[in-house]
Nanobody, 120 residues
Framework: QVQLVESGGGLVQPGGSLRLSCVAS????????MGWYRQAPGKQRELVAT???????TYADSVKGRFTISRDNAKRTVLLQMNSLKPEDTAVYYC??????????????WGQGTRVTVSS
């Protein structure tokens, strides 16, 4: 059974940094695009950053220059390094895997989310 498990969220002061990690498990053969979305209280889920199997990441304008996405295909892992955090970055962050091919299933998958709170 395919699972995406995030970690690394928490409470940080404005200007601080956090690194989110997401590991995909479940006899996976390949994953096309991986990414991070976030959902703040009372708001819709929004794209933060995505990265293809090979290539560089793309970012929402609100995080460009502050966040960096990377992935390790061998480890089925995607990371999000978040620097210069602002209170408006407060949200639940979700890992996303698009066109994931596993031994017995194919589809798009979401993690359970990890909460990031930026506050003094």
């Amino acid at each position: 059974q395919v699972q995406l498990v995030e970690s690394g969220g928490g409470l940080v002061q404005p200007g601080g940094s956090l690194r989110l990690s997401c590991v995909a498990s479940g006899n996976i053969l390949s994953i096309d695009t991986m990414g991070w979305y976030r959902q703040a209280p009372g708001k819709q889920r929004e794209l933060v950053a995505t990265i293809p199997r090979r290539g560089t990441g793309t970012y929402a304008d609100s995080v460009k220059g502050r966040f960096t996405i990377s992935r390790d295909n061998a480890k089925r892992t995607v990371l999000l390094q978040m620097n210069s955090l602002k209170p408006e970055d407060t949200a639940v962050y979700y890992c996303y895997a698009e066109r994931l091919v596993a031994a017995s299933e194919i589809g798009d998958y979401w993690g359970q989310g990890t909460r990031v709170t930026v506050s003094s």
